[in-house]
């Protein structure tokens, strides 16, 4: 069954970067949400899953991006879509900024690692799975753009190497995560800090996407 001609859907990696603009977009007839899971096996399966169902008029692969280049700070919204993508006009004038994404197999956890990155890449930021629907979305022919907000600059370290914690499917283990924590009570703080501030970036990036859907027509 093919979706209306309006239809966009708007990819997130993890529940907890959807969640904030579910709650601001509401019950809008025109967009749907998808999750996907982390890493790009997850987004490529959990994408060709939802364009099964229905064939929007354009996807949106959206969530959190660590910082590469390093004037960009926390709570930057970047895209990056091909030149005839039919909503980059309203990306930007909802405040977002055009910009080169990496897709990497692994979560950059250090300054060290995302400066490498981008001397290796030359990417303003690094993510983890919109390689992989893009390349989906080429292969139906739906447009497709990415949209990312930085959640940890390019000289922050995170309070953990999560990669260490991450199962074979992308999913955090949490035992061993509450585990490693426990160890070293001193982390619950910086933990609790990336919390609050991946919250305020996903906020910011749900603030773009709901301007950026209001209107259906597409």
Known sequence: MNAPPERVLVCFALPGEARPFRRRAGARPHVRVWVTGMGRDNARRALREALA???PAVVLTCGLAGGLHPALARGAVLFSAAPDFPGSARLVAAGARPAVFHCADRIAA????????????GADAVEMESAAIAAVCRETGVPCATVRVIS????EDLPLDFNRYLRPDFRLDWPRLLSAVALRPGRW??????????????????????????????
């Not at 250090?110 to 890449?121: F, S, Y």
């Open 189 to 218: 703080r910086a933990l609790r800090a990336l919390q609050q501030q991946t919250r305020a970036a996903a906020e910011r990036l749900a603030e773009v996407l709901a301007a950026v859907t209001a209107d259906p027509r597409w």
């Open 110 to 121: 250090t300054a060290a690692e995302k400066r490498r990155l981008r001397e290796a890449t």
């Open 53 to 55: 169902v229905e064939r």
């Open 152 to 155: 940890d600059a390019a000289d």
